[in-house]
T-cell receptor, first 117, second 111 residues
Framework: DGGITQSPKYLFRKEGQNVTLSCEQN?????MYWYRQDPGQGLRLIYY???????QKGDIAEGYSVSREKKESFPLTVTSAQKNPTAFYLC????????????????FGEGSRLTVL | QKEVEQDPGPLSVPEGAIVSLNCTYS??????FMWYRQYSRKGPELLMY????GNKEDGRFTAQVDKSSKYISLFIRDSQPSDSATYLC???????????FGAGTILRVKS
């Protein structure tokens, strides 16, 4: 079955530690995204990548880093510089082209919940 | 002011009711409008997609877009307890794939 796999599902981190969230997709999608979801704030874009070895900052990139060495993989590192990292993190992928006949659909993983102790 | 405004709810309705969920937006460049449904502790999934203005119907769900008022709606007929979820509106302009999401409305359908 095609889809997006995020791991781990739950993660606890001590202050000052970096953590890496994994995201793998087998949908053969070019574009991949990381979102952060906080209660009452919807989804906010952290980073996105439309092609291997290239990525762009989203709206809240500070304190985060990503890599896109393979089409299937887009890991997110939450660094110690992120002031408020406790959140639900969602990875998504899509076919890049968006148009009237396309769905513009983002396919999401099941999320990773990060808690800073 | 946020680019997309959505009442977070929660909205609580009895089973069988008609539900109306709404978003307003400020960016007149938005052309593509979507509704995602998110069950608790899961990722969102696409429910409805509309290009430009007009209505789109899919089973019990109807999406409406009024670009002149910068207002979009999702109607759910004959609501079921299984419709209980968070509904997120999302939209984007013509030349980009970067979606702007609303905060999401929590819907609870009571049996």
């Amino acid at each position: 079955d095609g889809g997006i796999t995020q791991s781990p599902k739950y993660l606890f981190r001590k202050e000052g530690q970096n953590v890496t969230l994994s995201c793998e997709q087998n949908l053969n999608h070019d574009a991949m995204y990381w979102y952060r979801q906080d209660p009452g704030q919807g989804l906010r874009l952290i980073y996105y990548s439309q092609i291997v070895n290239d990525f762009q900052k989203g709206d809240i990139a500070e304190g985060y880093s990503v890599s896109r060495e393979k089409k299937e993989s887009f890991p997110l590192t939450v660094t110690s510089a992120q002031k408020n990292p406790t959140a639900f993190y969602l990875c998504a992928s899509s076919i890049v082209t968006l148009g009237p006949t396309g769905t513009g659909e983002l396919f999401f993983g099941e999320g990773s919940r990060l808690t800073v102790l | 002011q946020k680019e997309v405004e959505q009442d977070p709810g929660p909205l609580s309705v009895p089973e069988g009711a008609i539900v109306s969920l709404n978003c307003t937006y400020s960016n007149s460049a938005f052309q593509y409008f979507m509704w995602y449904r998110q069950y608790s502790r899961k990722g969102p999934e696409l429910l409805m997609y509309t290009y430009s203005s007009g209505n789109k119907e899919d089973g019990r769900f109807t999406a409406q877009v009024d670009k002149s008022s910068k207002y979009i709606s999702l109607f759910i007929r004959d609501s079921q307890p299984s419709d209980s979820a968070t509904y997120l509106c999302a939209m984007t302009g013509e030349y980009g794939n970067k979606l702007v999401f609303g905060a999401g409305t929590i819907l609870r359908v009571k049996s």
